[in-house]
Every structure is written in C-alpha cells, then in structure tokens.
C-alpha cells in the first residue's frame, strides 16, 4: 500500500463510521419520524443513541482529517491550493456539526425523558434544538462548498478520474439547493463525495 492509497484509506474510514452509525437498526425509524415519535425512540433506546452519535463525532473527524491530507496527491500547485482551501472549509463545517452533536449527545436524551415522562419539553432544549439545527445547516453549506473546492481540485490535477471530481463539485451544488429548497438535507449526503474520492484513490496505480 503506497502513500495514496493510505490516505484513501482514512477518507473512506470516515463515511463508513458515519454510516455504521446511521445503520443502527433501533433508530431507522427515528430519522424521519415526527418529534414525538422521535424522542419516543431516543428515550427508548438511550445507549444506541448515545452509540450513533459518537459514531457521527468519529466519522466527521475522520473524514475531515483524511480530506486534509488529499491536497499531498495533487501535483498541479493552483489545484492543490483550491483542495487546501476546500479542506479548510470542510474543517470548519466538521467543526460547527460535532458541536450539534454534541449537544446531541448532552441534551437530546434528557429532553426525550422529560417528554416520555412529563409530556412537556424545556423551553431552553428548544431553542437549543434551534441553535443545534442552524449549526447542522451550516455544515451542509460549507462542507459541500469546501467538497466542491476538492472536487473541482482533483478533476484538473488529482489522480482520480476527472468525471468524479467533477461530479463531487456538481453534487454538493444540488445539496445546497436542495437544502435551500426543502429546508433539510440527510446528513449521510454530504459523505458521499468523500467516500468516492478515498474508493477512486484505494482503486488508483
């Protein structure tokens, strides 16, 4: 195994950590469920919760770091600063999106007993929760963007083939359009560029 692929390697380590954690067979249902269902599942099942989201904090951590070491791949020097910056940006999402998740972690659990117990919801995990999806929105829009960046990086001067690049960069477009759009996006979205580059570089000579 060479230097390119390792890096392949960790980038796929990434979505495929997040991914484990969204398969968590007792909370499929949560995902899209109405709030009362959904803190009636979370309460429910309190450690796969807990199990999930640390799986969340891990793969975006991951996937952030090995995105960080793909500009070393690039021999074109404009292209390897545009992945730099790319990389960046998709750092700071990272960062915005473990913080939700942390208060994922903190706060979600607590508010679901209260509201299986009491039938209420503390006004403060409210705009918490607010706060909480506003960081959320933020990473679909940076992330894609600093996604983009190393697409459109890679395609000029990457060892990938140009047509996944390029379909990274139009991909992440479509998810900030989409969340403009309808207001939300899955999360597992935005690890699908990272996951074909790191599969594209495990596949190169």
Same mark, same amino acid.
């Given at each position: 195994?060479?230097?390119?692929?390792?890096?392949?390697?960790?980038?796929?380590?990434?979505?495929?950590?997040?991914?484990?954690?969204?398969?968590?067979?007792?909370?499929?249902?949560?995902?899209?469920?109405?709030?009362?269902?959904?803190?009636?599942?979370?309460?429910?099942?309190?450690?796969?919760?807990?199990?999930?989201? !640390?799986?969340?904090?891990?793969?975006?951590?991951?996937?952030?770091?090995?995105?960080?070491? !793909?500009?070393?791949?690039?021999?074109?020097?404009?292209?390897?600063?545009?992945?730099?910056?790319?990389?960046?940006?998709?750092?700071?999402?990272?960062?915005?999106?473990?913080?939700?998740?942390?208060?994922?972690?903190?706060?979600?659990?607590?508010?679901?007993?209260?509201?299986?117990?009491?039938?209420?919801?503390?006004?403060?995990?409210?705009?918490?929760?607010?706060?909480?999806?506003?960081?959320?929105?933020?990473?679909?829009?940076?992330?894609?963007?600093?996604?983009?960046?190393?697409?459109?990086?890679?395609?000029?001067?990457?060892?990938?083939?140009?047509?996944?690049?390029?379909?990274?960069?139009?991909?992440?477009?479509?998810?900030?359009?989409?969340?403009?759009?309808?207001?939300?996006?899955?999360?597992?979205?935005?690890?699908?560029?990272?996951?074909?580059?790191?599969?594209?570089?495990?596949?190169?000579?």
């Amino acid at each position: 195994m060479n230097a390119t692929h390792l890096i392949g390697l960790i980038v796929v380590i990434g979505p495929l950590s997040f991914g484990i954690g969204a398969a968590n067979p007792y909370l499929a249902r949560a995902w899209t469920a109405p709030q009362e269902r959904f803190l009636a599942i979370v309460a429910g099942h309190p450690r796969s919760w807990r199990v999930t989201n !640390l799986l969340f904090v891990a793969g975006t951590t991951i996937t952030a770091a090995g995105l960080a070491t !793909l500009p070393g791949v690039i021999a074109d020097g404009s292209a390897r600063a545009l992945a730099v910056a790319g990389a960046v940006g998709f750092a700071i999402a990272a960062v915005l999106w473990n913080v939700s998740l942390v208060h994922r972690l903190a706060v979600t659990p607590a508010t679901a007993r209260e509201f299986v117990d009491r039938g209420t919801i503390d006004p403060s995990s409210v705009a918490l929760d607010r706060l909480s999806g506003g960081l959320f929105k933020a990473f679909i829009v940076i992330g894609s963007a600093g996604l983009a960046a190393i697409g459109v990086a890679l395609a000029s001067g990457g060892p990938i083939p140009a047509p996944i690049g390029w379909g990274a960069a139009i991909f992440s477009g479509v998810l900030v359009a989409g969340l403009v759009v309808s207001g939300d996006m899955p999360p597992f979205t935005v690890y699908l560029a990272p996951l074909a580059f790191g599969l594209a570089l495990l596949g190169s000579p």
